[in-house]
């Protein structure tokens, strides 16, 4: 029910939509409910879509029930363009973690890494929020939001040592690792394609630093005030962007 | 309660707090719950603190009992500079609007104003969170996160008209004022003392935007993603402070 509140800038739409032969999409649950009850569409109606990892375009409204739309789709356009970060972030806590999902997929970033680090409480790891399919209906929502249609892909990195040693090598190629960290000096890095590491709300340990330092990462420090996570994340990737 | 999920990283202490004729002060509520639950202090141990509207310093435990906490305190730090940015957005639902009050805070706005346009529920405006205590709660939320002490102002203008036309022209001495819109042209306004003026989920009409242009605003794009208000603020704070 919660996904009613958003606005759906952007109905996204997958393969499995399509009626087979048409050029025509068939609707239920949240996203016929939304068009109903939100956008309060009628017949004849133009509504902006997007096929999954696909073009935008328009769709207009031929059938809508109470349980039931249909829509005559044409797509036309590209997507907007991603930006050049890949977000690595500690893992937080759970209803965190969501806001932080949707707000990485409606900003444009390719790929999000959530690992491991010595002051992320173990439970986190245990949530329900991490199932394949949650993490894709935040992402989902994040997408409807900022009309885009690329879903960013999401890796979780249990162990700290194996993603600072194995993973995060992979991702530095052709990008510059920065670490935020309250250690570090303040500086606003350059716009240029990035890896953007940002730590739990406890900070990173020494140990932490030191291994993303040795990997070739800058730290850098956001001034005096210390934000939450989620508002870190969101002013970083401005930042970045 | 949730409170306690939060990383109080400065305690915030009223003239209230302080035993008369000592100086120390005396927490219980929230504030003793947290130390002893999440920070886990013990007797000896080194917080801290910040005086409502004053210096920050640091509190050393004295007594620390299941619901009283006692702290010897000395403040000797300025809390950190305000940014340039005085916040004006349009009224959002009551849970979003929490959020965005202790952002903020968080992010050193000095004034916060939340204004009717035509697009915001008339429903957003009976909600409690508008009561002054459920907004100072939130703004302390902020400020503690922030390390901060200086509590940002909160007005409140039911009416589109009267906002535009006899509040923002004393807000705009000084102070550019920049429209956050769709309808603008993309541009990354220069960091410069400036009221940011931000709509609701639906956006500005344009008869709004027309009032906003009169009394000298710029309006500008925030490019071809649309973002939440909330994530629009935390970004738009961001680039300019």
Partial sequence: MVALFYLM???LLFPKDIIPGTGRVRLTGRRQAHVLEIHRACLGDRLVVGMENGKTGQGCVTRLTSDELEMDVVFNAAPPPKIPVVLCVAMMRPIVFKRVLQTAAAMGVEAVHVFHSRQVEKSFWQSTALQPEEVFEQLVLGLEQAKDTVVPSV????QFK???EDALPGLLVGRQGVVADP???VLLPERSPKVLIIGPEGGFIPYEIEKFSEAGCIVFGLGPRIL??????????SLLS
Same sequence: chains 1, 2.
Avoid: D
Wanted: positive net charge.
């Fill in 155 to 158: 890796s979780f990195h249990k």
């Fill in 228 to 237: 939450r996570v989620e508002t870190a994340v969101t002013s970083l990737l």
């Fill in 9 to 11: 800038n952007l109905i």
């Fill in 183 to 185: 250690s570090g000096a």
């Fill in 162 to 164: 194996p993603f600072v």
